[in-house]
Nanobody
Framework: QVQLVESGGGLVQAGGSLRLSCAAS????????MGWFRQAPGKERDFVAA????????TYADSVKGRFTMSRDNAKNTVYLQMNSLKPEDTAVYYC????????????????????WGQGTQVTVFS
């Protein structure tokens, strides 16, 4: 009933920037949290960022604090991840996820807490 589609990934030089988008379609709900995760080759899927339904609360993994910014536009059913000062270690497939039926300021950092996932978009950072 909910489909998430990521876009905006690509190949970028170290120090550059990318903005990822995640658009939701199908049946969506006004009360839901969103998150970004990433998975590098041969590694587990790691938390990157999360945002509450209201957009008033965000949280980030220590590895991306100060460089990445998550935002959302509920009218467009879209969330964004602005990535600045990219490093080769940021190379991964980036996934967005949503959790329905949450409070307006709820934040979820555990992948098991999400209901739906996108297919992912590849981000490759070269030096």
């Amino acid at each position: 009933q909910v489909q998430l589609v990521e876009s905006g990934g690509g190949l970028v030089q170290a120090g550059g920037s990318l903005r990822l988008s995640c658009a939701a379609s199908g049946r969506t709900f006004s009360s839901y949290a969103m998150g970004w995760f990433r998975q590098a080759p041969g590694k587990e899927r790691d938390f990157v960022a999360a945002i509450s339904w209201s957009g008033s609360s965000t949280t980030y993994a220590d590895s991306v604090k100060g460089r990445f910014t998550m935002s959302r536009d509920n009218a467009k059913n879209t969330v964004y991840l602005q990535m600045n000062s990219l490093k080769p270690e940021d190379t991964a497939v980036y996934y967005c996820a949503t959790r329905r039926y949450v409070g307006p300021v709820a934040l979820i950092t555990d992948a098991k807490g999400y209901d739906y996932w996108g297919q992912g978009t590849q981000v490759t950072v070269f030096s």
